[in-house]
Protein backbone atom coordinates (compact mmCIF):
# COMPACT_ATOMS: atom_id res chain seq x y z
CA UNK A 1 0.00 0.00 0.00
CA UNK A 2 1.49 3.31 -0.75
CA UNK A 3 2.31 5.14 2.34
CA UNK A 4 0.23 8.30 3.11
CA UNK A 5 2.13 11.55 1.96
CA UNK A 6 3.69 12.97 4.94
CA UNK A 7 2.64 17.08 5.98
CA UNK A 8 5.16 19.44 5.69
CA UNK A 9 6.69 20.91 8.58
CA UNK A 10 5.07 24.18 7.67
CA UNK A 11 1.55 23.13 6.99
CA UNK A 12 -1.06 23.81 9.26
CA UNK A 13 -2.99 21.51 11.33
CA UNK A 14 -6.95 20.58 9.87
CA UNK A 15 -9.39 20.90 13.11
CA UNK A 16 -11.57 18.12 13.92
CA UNK A 17 -15.03 18.00 11.76
CA UNK A 18 -18.11 18.87 13.80
CA UNK A 19 -20.97 16.46 13.75
CA UNK A 20 -24.39 18.39 14.37
CA UNK A 21 -27.12 16.03 14.97
CA UNK A 22 -30.46 17.56 14.40
CA UNK A 23 -33.46 15.19 16.19
CA UNK A 24 -36.80 16.12 14.80
CA UNK A 25 -39.98 15.07 17.36
CA UNK A 26 -43.25 14.40 16.56
CA UNK A 27 -46.53 16.18 17.71
CA UNK A 28 -48.78 13.12 17.70
CA UNK A 29 -51.64 15.13 15.95
CA UNK A 30 -52.13 17.76 18.85
CA UNK A 31 -53.49 15.06 21.49
CA UNK A 32 -56.08 13.93 19.27
CA UNK A 33 -57.82 17.36 19.45
CA UNK A 34 -59.92 16.51 22.01
CA UNK A 35 -62.20 14.37 20.24
CA UNK A 36 -64.75 16.11 19.69
CA UNK A 37 -64.90 15.28 16.03
CA UNK A 38 -65.82 12.21 17.09
CA UNK A 39 -69.12 13.15 18.57
CA UNK A 40 -70.20 15.45 15.66
CA UNK A 41 -69.66 12.18 13.46
CA UNK A 42 -71.65 10.02 15.75
CA UNK A 43 -74.41 12.54 16.06
CA UNK A 44 -74.76 12.53 12.09
CA UNK A 45 -74.53 9.21 11.47
CA UNK A 46 -77.41 8.63 14.38
CA UNK A 47 -79.46 11.43 12.32
CA UNK A 48 -79.09 9.32 8.45
CA UNK A 49 -79.57 6.47 10.37
CA UNK A 50 -83.22 7.57 12.11
CA UNK A 51 -83.80 8.90 8.70
CA UNK A 52 -83.70 6.36 6.77
CA UNK A 53 -85.42 4.13 9.36
CA UNK A 54 -88.39 6.87 8.75
CA UNK A 55 -87.61 6.22 4.82
CA UNK A 56 -88.75 2.22 5.52
CA UNK A 57 -91.45 2.88 7.84
CA UNK A 58 -92.95 5.10 5.52
CA UNK A 59 -92.49 2.56 2.80
CA UNK A 60 -93.74 -0.44 4.63
CA UNK A 61 -96.62 0.62 6.29
CA UNK A 62 -100.45 1.06 6.15
CA UNK A 63 -102.03 4.70 6.47
CA UNK A 64 -103.82 2.73 9.66
CA UNK A 65 -100.46 1.71 11.38
CA UNK A 66 -98.87 5.22 10.72
CA UNK A 67 -101.23 6.93 12.50
CA UNK A 68 -100.71 4.57 15.17
CA UNK A 69 -97.21 5.07 14.78
CA UNK A 70 -97.84 9.28 15.24
CA UNK A 71 -100.13 8.63 17.90
CA UNK A 72 -97.38 6.97 20.06
CA UNK A 73 -95.47 10.13 19.67
CA UNK A 74 -98.49 12.53 20.50
CA UNK A 75 -98.61 14.55 23.99
CA UNK A 76 -100.74 12.35 26.54
CA UNK A 77 -104.40 13.72 27.49
CA UNK A 78 -104.56 15.52 30.46
CA UNK A 79 -108.26 13.65 31.17
CA UNK A 80 -109.48 10.65 29.03
CA UNK A 81 -113.04 10.22 28.07
CA UNK A 82 -113.83 7.01 28.83
CA UNK A 83 -114.20 4.06 26.42
CA UNK A 84 -111.80 5.95 23.94
CA UNK A 85 -108.60 6.37 23.18
CA UNK A 86 -106.11 5.25 25.79
CA UNK A 87 -109.06 4.26 28.55
CA UNK A 88 -107.67 1.55 29.27
CA UNK A 89 -103.93 2.72 30.58
CA UNK A 90 -101.12 4.45 28.53
CA UNK A 91 -101.84 3.77 25.00
CA UNK A 92 -104.08 1.02 25.86
CA UNK A 93 -106.66 2.64 23.72
CA UNK A 94 -107.00 3.47 20.34
CA UNK A 95 -105.54 6.27 18.77
CA UNK A 96 -106.70 9.71 19.61
CA UNK A 97 -107.30 10.31 15.38
CA UNK A 98 -109.40 7.19 15.10
CA UNK A 99 -112.33 7.89 12.47
CA UNK A 100 -115.11 6.17 15.83
CA UNK A 101 -113.25 8.36 18.60
CA UNK A 102 -111.37 11.85 17.86
CA UNK A 103 -110.10 13.31 14.71
CA UNK A 104 -109.90 12.29 11.25
CA UNK A 105 -106.40 15.12 11.14
CA UNK A 106 -103.84 15.60 14.06
CA UNK A 107 -104.69 19.42 12.99
CA UNK A 108 -108.28 19.11 13.13
CA UNK A 109 -110.87 19.09 15.67
CA UNK A 110 -112.93 15.19 15.77
CA UNK A 111 -115.49 13.97 13.53
CA UNK A 112 -117.25 13.63 16.69
CA UNK A 113 -116.80 16.38 18.99
CA UNK A 114 -117.67 16.22 22.42
CA UNK A 115 -120.72 18.19 23.23
CA UNK A 116 -123.75 17.90 25.28
CA UNK A 117 -126.37 16.02 23.83
CA UNK A 118 -128.52 19.17 21.76
CA UNK A 119 -131.72 18.56 23.50
CA UNK A 120 -130.38 17.94 26.99
CA UNK A 121 -131.41 19.94 30.09
CA UNK A 122 -130.69 20.91 33.26
CA UNK A 123 -127.61 21.90 35.09
CA UNK A 124 -127.16 25.76 35.51
CA UNK A 125 -127.65 26.39 31.81
CA UNK A 126 -130.90 24.19 29.73
CA UNK A 127 -130.44 23.30 26.29
CA UNK A 128 -130.87 25.92 23.86
CA UNK A 129 -132.79 23.62 21.77
CA UNK A 130 -135.07 22.66 24.75
CA UNK A 131 -135.84 26.44 25.35
CA UNK A 132 -136.83 26.80 21.46
CA UNK A 133 -138.86 23.79 21.71
CA UNK A 134 -140.38 24.93 24.76
CA UNK A 135 -140.67 28.59 22.71
CA UNK A 136 -142.61 27.07 19.88
CA UNK A 137 -145.15 25.34 22.05
CA UNK A 138 -146.00 28.45 23.52
CA UNK A 139 -146.40 29.99 20.49
CA UNK A 140 -148.77 27.17 19.03
CA UNK A 141 -150.94 27.47 22.01
CA UNK A 142 -151.11 31.65 21.64
CA UNK A 143 -151.71 31.64 18.36
CA UNK A 144 -154.92 29.72 19.17
CA UNK A 145 -155.59 31.13 22.16
CA UNK A 146 -155.47 34.88 19.81
CA UNK A 147 -157.36 33.40 16.98
CA UNK A 148 -160.30 31.91 19.34
CA UNK A 149 -160.37 35.46 21.31
CA UNK A 150 -161.04 37.35 18.11
CA UNK A 151 -163.49 35.38 16.41
CA UNK A 152 -165.50 35.46 20.27
CA UNK A 153 -165.55 38.91 20.65
CA UNK A 154 -167.81 40.93 18.58
CA UNK A 155 -165.59 44.58 17.40
CA UNK A 156 -162.97 41.62 16.10
CA UNK A 157 -164.84 39.31 14.70
CA UNK A 158 -163.88 39.08 10.87
CA UNK A 159 -160.55 40.44 11.25
CA UNK A 160 -158.49 37.01 11.70
CA UNK A 161 -157.73 38.10 7.84
CA UNK A 162 -155.72 40.43 8.52
CA UNK A 163 -153.51 38.70 11.49
CA UNK A 164 -150.22 36.20 9.95
CA UNK A 165 -148.45 34.29 12.30
CA UNK A 166 -145.16 33.81 10.95
CA UNK A 167 -141.91 32.41 12.74
CA UNK A 168 -138.88 34.70 12.11
CA UNK A 169 -135.12 34.06 13.12
CA UNK A 170 -136.15 36.82 15.60
CA UNK A 171 -139.11 34.67 16.95
CA UNK A 172 -142.58 34.70 16.68
CA UNK A 173 -143.97 37.77 13.94
CA UNK A 174 -147.46 38.36 14.25
CA UNK A 175 -148.68 40.69 10.88
CA UNK A 176 -151.64 43.16 11.30
CA UNK A 177 -151.95 43.60 7.54
CA UNK A 178 -154.00 46.22 6.07
CA UNK A 179 -156.25 45.66 3.33
CA UNK A 180 -158.83 46.96 1.08
CA UNK A 181 -161.81 47.01 3.57
CA UNK A 182 -159.49 47.88 6.25
CA UNK A 183 -156.95 50.05 7.93
CA UNK A 184 -155.30 50.15 11.05
CA UNK A 185 -154.14 54.52 11.33
CA UNK A 186 -156.55 56.95 10.24
CA UNK A 187 -155.39 58.22 6.36
CA UNK A 188 -151.30 59.39 6.89
CA UNK A 189 -151.17 59.71 10.54
CA UNK A 190 -150.83 57.36 13.59
CA UNK A 191 -154.11 57.52 15.13
CA UNK A 192 -155.61 54.43 15.35
CA UNK A 193 -159.20 53.40 14.30
CA UNK A 194 -161.03 51.98 16.63
CA UNK A 195 -161.45 48.58 15.33
CA UNK A 196 -157.37 48.94 15.23
CA UNK A 197 -157.84 49.56 19.32
CA UNK A 198 -160.38 46.80 19.36
CA UNK A 199 -157.52 44.10 18.28
CA UNK A 200 -154.54 45.54 19.50
CA UNK A 201 -156.71 45.06 22.63
CA UNK A 202 -156.94 41.46 22.03
CA UNK A 203 -153.52 41.34 21.19
CA UNK A 204 -152.02 42.83 23.73
CA UNK A 205 -154.06 40.36 26.52
CA UNK A 206 -153.03 37.43 24.91
CA UNK A 207 -149.39 38.27 24.66
CA UNK A 208 -148.92 39.66 28.20
CA UNK A 209 -149.09 36.01 29.63
CA UNK A 210 -146.03 35.22 28.02
CA UNK A 211 -142.55 36.22 29.42
CA UNK A 212 -141.10 36.63 25.81
CA UNK A 213 -139.54 39.83 24.50
CA UNK A 214 -141.28 42.49 22.44
CA UNK A 215 -140.30 43.80 18.92
CA UNK A 216 -142.23 46.47 17.43
CA UNK A 217 -141.84 47.70 13.88
CA UNK A 218 -143.69 49.72 11.60
CA UNK A 219 -144.20 49.47 8.17
CA UNK A 220 -145.80 51.91 5.04
CA UNK A 221 -146.49 51.89 1.26
CA UNK A 222 -144.55 53.15 -1.77
CA UNK A 223 -146.70 56.16 -2.04
CA UNK A 224 -144.82 58.79 -1.98
CA UNK A 225 -145.44 62.94 0.36
CA UNK A 226 -145.84 66.17 -1.56
CA UNK A 227 -142.68 67.94 -2.13
CA UNK A 228 -141.73 70.27 0.72
CA UNK A 229 -143.65 68.10 3.54
CA UNK A 230 -141.72 67.51 6.56
CA UNK A 231 -143.30 64.09 7.30
CA UNK A 232 -142.50 61.19 5.58
CA UNK A 233 -143.13 57.36 5.27
CA UNK A 234 -139.78 57.13 7.71
CA UNK A 235 -141.61 59.35 10.53
CA UNK A 236 -144.77 57.84 9.59
CA UNK A 237 -143.72 54.10 9.93
CA UNK A 238 -142.25 55.37 13.55
CA UNK A 239 -144.61 57.20 14.59
CA UNK A 240 -147.11 54.42 13.95
CA UNK A 241 -145.03 51.85 15.63
CA UNK A 242 -144.98 53.93 19.09
CA UNK A 243 -148.63 54.23 18.78
CA UNK A 244 -148.75 50.68 18.85
CA UNK A 245 -146.07 50.05 21.73
CA UNK A 246 -148.27 52.71 23.55
CA UNK A 247 -151.70 50.49 22.93
CA UNK A 248 -150.07 47.22 24.18
CA UNK A 249 -148.78 48.85 26.95
CA UNK A 250 -151.90 50.02 27.86
CA UNK A 251 -153.41 46.44 27.66
CA UNK A 252 -151.00 44.75 29.60
CA UNK A 253 -147.98 44.05 28.11
CA UNK A 254 -144.76 45.44 30.66
CA UNK A 255 -142.66 48.61 29.30
CA UNK A 256 -139.37 46.38 30.59
CA UNK A 257 -140.13 43.82 27.95
CA UNK A 258 -139.91 46.17 25.06
CA UNK A 259 -136.90 45.79 23.05
CA UNK A 260 -136.87 47.41 19.63
CA UNK A 261 -139.44 49.70 18.46
CA UNK A 262 -138.62 50.41 14.66
CA UNK A 263 -140.24 52.74 11.60
CA UNK A 264 -138.55 50.60 8.25
CA UNK A 265 -140.72 53.08 6.02
CA UNK A 266 -141.21 51.31 2.64
CA UNK A 267 -138.46 49.32 2.75
CA UNK A 268 -139.52 45.82 3.60
CA UNK A 269 -142.89 45.02 1.22
CA UNK A 270 -144.86 42.41 2.41
CA UNK A 271 -144.09 38.79 0.94
CA UNK A 272 -145.93 38.67 -2.15
CA UNK A 273 -146.59 41.92 -2.71
CA UNK A 274 -145.45 43.10 -5.97
CA UNK A 275 -147.23 46.46 -6.25
CA UNK A 276 -145.15 49.21 -4.03
CA UNK A 277 -148.76 50.69 -3.72
CA UNK A 278 -150.63 47.61 -2.68
CA UNK A 279 -152.53 47.37 1.18
CA UNK A 280 -150.69 45.01 2.78
CA UNK A 281 -147.73 47.00 2.39
CA UNK A 282 -149.02 48.89 4.95
CA UNK A 283 -148.64 46.53 8.07
CA UNK A 284 -147.81 46.37 11.89
CA UNK A 285 -145.11 43.69 12.68
CA UNK A 286 -145.11 42.54 16.78
CA UNK A 287 -142.87 39.82 17.20
CA UNK A 288 -142.50 37.57 20.44
CA UNK A 289 -138.63 37.15 20.51
CA UNK A 290 -137.32 33.81 21.06
CA UNK A 291 -136.09 33.45 25.10
CA UNK A 292 -132.54 32.46 24.32
CA UNK A 293 -132.04 35.38 21.72
CA UNK A 294 -132.81 34.64 18.38
CA UNK A 295 -133.25 31.17 16.50
CA UNK A 296 -130.70 29.15 14.11
CA UNK A 297 -132.36 30.25 10.69
CA UNK A 298 -131.47 27.00 9.46
CA UNK A 299 -133.99 25.29 11.87
CA UNK A 300 -137.05 27.51 10.74
CA UNK A 301 -136.25 26.78 7.15
CA UNK A 302 -136.02 23.04 7.78
CA UNK A 303 -139.07 23.37 10.13
CA UNK A 304 -140.83 25.56 7.43
CA UNK A 305 -140.05 23.09 4.73
CA UNK A 306 -141.47 20.37 6.97
CA UNK A 307 -144.63 22.12 7.27
CA UNK A 308 -145.13 23.38 3.45
CA UNK A 309 -144.58 27.21 4.28
CA UNK A 310 -142.03 28.96 3.51
CA UNK A 311 -141.45 33.66 3.98
CA UNK A 312 -143.87 35.88 5.54
CA UNK A 313 -147.21 33.74 3.69
CA UNK A 314 -145.89 30.13 5.08
CA UNK A 315 -148.25 27.97 7.15
CA UNK A 316 -148.12 30.05 10.29
CA UNK A 317 -149.70 32.66 8.86
CA UNK A 318 -153.79 32.61 9.16
CA UNK A 319 -156.23 34.23 6.50
CA UNK A 320 -155.92 34.15 2.90
CA UNK A 321 -152.78 34.82 1.13
CA UNK A 322 -154.17 37.56 -1.15
CA UNK A 323 -156.39 40.40 0.23
CA UNK A 324 -158.08 42.55 -1.93
CA UNK A 325 -156.12 45.31 -3.17
CA UNK A 326 -157.55 48.73 -3.02
CA UNK A 327 -156.23 52.43 -2.75
CA UNK A 328 -156.26 53.50 0.97
CA UNK A 329 -152.61 55.34 0.36
CA UNK A 330 -150.43 55.23 4.28
Known amino acids: MASAAKRGRNEPVEPPKIVIVKKIVGEGHGGHHGGAWKVAYADFVTAMMAFFLLLWILGATTEKQRKGIA????????????KSAGSNGMFGGDSIISKDHYAHRASQTGSKSITIPKDASGGQKEGAAAIRTRDRIRFQVLKQKLQQQ??????????????????????????????ADFSMF???????VTRAQN????????????????I?????????????????NWTLSSARAEATR????????????????EGVADREP???????????????????????????ESDVKAMQAQIGGTGGGGAHDTGPEDQPRGFIGH
Open 270 to 296: YQGATDAYDPRNRRMSITLAWTDGGAD
Open 199 to 214: LIQEVSQTIATVPNGV
Open 246 to 261: KALAGGGVANDRFLRI
Open 150 to 179: MKANKATNGLDQHVRFTETPEGLRIDIVDG
Open 216 to 232: VRGHTDGLPYAAGRTVN
Open 186 to 192: ALGSDQL
Open 71 to 82: DYFSPTLVEMRE
